[in-house]
T-cell receptor, first 112, second 113 residues
Framework: EAGVVQSPRYKIIEKKQPVAFWCNPI?????LYWYLQNLGQGPELLIR????????DSQLPKDRFSAERLKGVDSTLKIQPAELGDSAVYLC??????????FGPGTRLTVL | GENVEQHPSTLSVQEGDSAVIKCTYS??????FPWYKQELGKGPQLIID?????GEKKDQRIAVTLNKTAKHFSLHITETQPEDSAVYFC????????????FGKGTHLIIQP
């Protein structure tokens, strides 16, 4: 069975440019999470979806970050405009009804 | 909100010895405590988890203990092997795992040959 798929794996952009990350969760997993991981730190939750509904977006900086999960499967996380401090790894995870979370490989973003 | 502290930040042990990583949490309502292993360039991988109705859980060379009164939990790895070298994260969650996880800052485990 395929794991969580994320793309791109790496992205380099200049500040003030927009960027988007894509996540395909494990088939059948209704809950999807986006986490931010800074270098040398643990992941931090940005947003959690139950099916297509964002049930916890309290940590998402809504002035520049947005996310969507149309049809309750794939999800996209967008940053517009990107800032230098957004350089980090963006991780997507999925789970089935409160069971363990499975993480994708992440997208490493570098903002110049 | 929940706060998870993890110690030590770096742990070096001889191959074959045991390694212990400790975490404390702040929210007594947390009821799910997973441990993840992260290798360079990869996402975190779940290695073991424990729920608040259990005090200890073991899976081959890996064990986790939970003390709800003291709000701390620990990861124990016995007979360490070179492939155990990685960064380990503890985490805590409300809602039995459905909620988002609050992670510690990680422990870089180094297995010396």
């Amino acid at each position: 069975e395929a794991g969580v798929v994320q793309s791109p794996r790496y992205k380099i952009i200049e500040k003030k440019q927009p960027v988007a990350f894509w996540c395909n969760p494990i088939s059948g997993h209704n809950t999807l999470y986006w986490y931010l991981q800074n270098l040398g730190q643990g992941p931090e939750l940005l947003i959690r979806y139950e099916n297509e509904e964002a049930v916890d977006d309290s940590q998402l900086p809504k002035d520049r970050f947005s996310a969507e999960r149309l049809k309750g499967v794939d999800s996209t996380l967008k940053i517009q405009p990107a800032e230098l401090g957004d350089s980090a790894v963006y991780l997507c995870a999925s789970s089935l009804a409160g069971h363990e979370q499975f993480f994708g490989p992440g997208t490493r973003l570098t903002v110049l | 909100g929940e706060n998870v502290e993890q110690h030590p930040s770096t742990l070096s042990v001889q191959e074959g010895d045991s390694a212990v990583i400790k975490c404390t949490y702040s929210d007594s309502a947390s009821n799910y405590f997973p441990w993840y292993k992260q290798e360079l360039g990869k996402g975190p991988q779940l290695i073991i988890d424990i729920r608040s109705n259990v005090g200890e859980k073991k899976d081959q060379r890996i064990a986790v203990t939970l003390n709800k009164t003291a709000k701390h939990f620990s990861l124990h790895i016995t007979e360490t092997q070179p492939e155990d070298s990685a960064v380990y994260f503890c985490a805590a969650s409300l809602g039995g795992g459905a909620d988002g996880l609050t992670f510690g800052k990680g422990t870089h485990l180094i297995i010396q040959p």
